[in-house]
């Protein structure tokens, strides 16, 4: 369909700005180390601007710079390893509170544990400026490529019809709108408070099928503007019947 033939968007009963068009993208994982890129940027400019100022026998700036990178990137690692969902949230919050407050019985009763825990983490960790510039690049370089690789695989939801675009030879699967369901899916509870990242399963019943689209950033918006658009489809064939 060209672009002088797309329906103009129309408003809902609310006074919304119902879309004509939707464009869906299923990112990645290497986007939720978005967090780790801005943290690498961060180190390097402390690294240039305190680095030869730190007397290495003392804690300084940079050295907090560097625990505070390491442990970005170790949270940012396990979530792309583990999908951690509202349950384990909840476990996992409780199994940290729970040590907290072991912590602090045990320190009641002199064993002197913050000071030995301020010892064990008091390692003077620390890299020069270049290491974390070169590290963000490196993120960079790859998020570019996410960013290439979503342009060519991507779904476009219209008034009739819903079009999976996929790789760069532009293959092209079709499927009707309005026998088209979906449901909205949030699988990790740390990405959707990151990035709104969740998946939208798509149930289609001229083929019967079922395609998942995993990590959809902001999926909220996208659900709702999905909602308008099938919503509209449901009235328009209530009436047409």
């Given at each position: 369909?060209c672009?002088?033939?797309?329906?103009?968007?129309?408003?809902?009963p609310?006074?919304?700005r119902?879309?004509?068009?939707?464009?869906?993208?299923?990112?990645p994982?290497?986007?939720?180390?978005?967090?780790?890129?801005a943290?690498?940027?961060?180190c390097?400019?402390?690294?240039?601007?305190?680095?030869?100022?730190?007397?290495?026998?003392?804690?300084s700036p940079?050295?907090?710079?560097?625990l505070?990178?390491l442990?970005?990137l170790?949270v940012?690692?396990?979530?792309l390893?583990?999908?951690?969902?509202?349950?384990?949230?909840i476990?996992?919050?409780?199994?940290i509170?729970?040590?907290?407050?072991?912590?602090?019985?045990?320190?009641?009763?002199?064993?002197a544990?913050w000071?030995?825990?301020a010892?064990i983490?008091g390692?003077?960790?620390?890299?020069?400026?270049?290491?974390?510039?070169?590290?963000?690049?490196?993120?960079l370089?790859?998020?570019?490529?996410?960013w290439?690789?979503?342009?060519?695989?991507?779904?476009k939801?219209?008034?009739?019809?819903?079009?999976?675009?996929?790789?760069?030879?532009?293959?092209?699967?079709?499927?009707?709108?309005?026998?088209?369901?979906?449901?909205?899916?949030?699988e990790?509870v740390v990405?959707?408070?990151?990035?709104?990242?969740?998946?939208l399963?798509?149930?289609?019943?001229?083929?019967?099928?079922?395609?998942?689209?995993?990590?959809?950033?902001?999926?909220?918006?996208?659900a709702?503007?999905?909602?308008?658009i099938?919503?509209?489809?449901?009235v328009?064939?209530?009436?047409?019947?």
């Amino acid at each position: 369909m060209c672009a002088a033939d797309s329906p103009a968007p129309q408003t809902g009963p609310s006074g919304t700005r119902i879309p004509s068009v939707i464009i869906i993208r299923s990112w990645p994982k290497i986007v939720m180390m978005v967090p780790t890129l801005a943290l690498s940027l961060i180190c390097g400019v402390v690294m240039a601007v305190w680095g030869d100022r730190a007397a290495p026998a003392e804690f300084s700036p940079i050295h907090y710079a560097g625990l505070a990178f390491l442990l970005m990137l170790a949270v940012n690692l396990t979530m792309l390893l583990y999908d951690l969902n509202l349950r384990g949230f909840i476990i996992v919050a409780l199994l940290i509170v729970s040590v907290v407050l072991v912590l602090f019985l045990l320190e009641q009763r002199q064993w002197a544990v913050w000071r030995s825990l301020a010892g064990i983490f008091g390692v003077r960790v620390f890299a020069n400026s270049a290491f974390y510039f070169m590290f963000a690049l490196v993120l960079l370089f790859n998020l570019l490529i996410a960013w290439v690789i979503t342009r060519f695989n991507f779904w476009k939801i219209e008034h009739n019809e819903i079009i999976i675009h996929k790789g760069f030879m532009h293959e092209q699967e079709r499927h009707p709108t309005a026998q088209a369901r979906f449901k909205l899916v949030i699988e990790d509870v740390v990405e959707y408070a990151l990035m709104g990242s969740g998946t939208l399963v798509f149930y289609f019943g001229d083929s019967k099928t079922e395609h998942r689209l995993p990590t959809v950033l902001f999926v909220h918006r996208k659900a709702r503007m999905l909602d308008e658009i099938l919503g509209r489809l449901a009235v328009i064939d209530t009436r047409a019947g």
